[in-house]
């Protein structure tokens, strides 16, 4: 029994909980900042700013590889989550996934995407997440084309081959947007993706190619 008459289990339960808190602090704060300001504009002092701790208590719970890492698989796990929530019909989540893959409110999503792409070459914490956050993007878009194909009777044979072809023709075009290709805007790239997807349901019954 502890001086205070706590019993020790009890007492490390608070600590766990309290180090979780600020272990929670410190990513969300991250992922604010990495929203914000990409990669590059982000530093650890930023964090620690913001949320009113020493530059110790970060180093105590993360490498700053680490931390960005978890802050960025953080934002993306909840746009796969947004994106292709299972109780929404599958109509409408494709509706939106069209709409918004590159609208304004897309861009800063889109700027840290290309930007974490970059910089995994030479960050392998991040590299991992990253490539988890590929898989989920792109498992997430093959579930709702699979939906498609059975509860709208869509014509794709291969949904998660069209996924990959869409996810491939997103991304291009979204480093085409953000480096001001001439010509092409936001509601050019719309149409773009969306004639890719209308040619995908009416090219028959291609080869399936394994993933």
């Known amino acids: 029994m502890a001086k205070d008459g706590t019993r020790p289990d009890a007492q490390d339960a608070r600590s766990r909980i309290s180090a979780d808190a600020r272990k929670a602090l410190l990513v969300a ?5 990495l929203f914000e300001r990409g990669f590059s504009g982000t530093k650890t002092r930023d964090v620690t700013e913001r ?3 020493g530059t110790g208590l970060l180093n105590h719970y ?13 934002i993306f796990a909840e746009v796969v989550a947004e994106q ?68 709208e009777g869509w014509n794709l044979p291969d949904p998660a081959g069209t996924a990959l072809r869409l996810t491939a023709t997103q991304d291009g075009l979204a480093g085409m947007l953000l ?7 936001a509601e050019r790239a719309e149409a773009h993706l969306r004639q890719m997807l209308d040619l995908e349901r009416q090219a028959g019954t291609p080869p399936v190619i394994p993933l």
């Open 29 to 33: 704060a991250t992922a604010e900042l």
């Open 84 to 151: 292709f929530h299972a109780d929404v019909p599958a109509p409408d989540l494709l509706h939106r996934y069209l709409r918004t893959a590159f609208a304004a409110d897309a861009i800063p999503f889109l700027r840290l995407w290309v930007e974490a792409t970059e910089q995994a070459a030479a960050d392998r914490v991040l590299a991992t997440e990253l490539e988890r956050a590929q898989h989920a993007l792109l498992a997430g878009l093959t579930g709702l084309l699979t939906r498609l194909v059975e509860e």
């Open 62 to 74: 993360f490498t700053w590889a680490e931390l960005r890492a978890e802050a960025f698989a953080r």
């Open 51 to 53: 949320c009113g701790v």
């Open 179 to 185: 480096w001001g290709f001439p010509g092409l805007d």
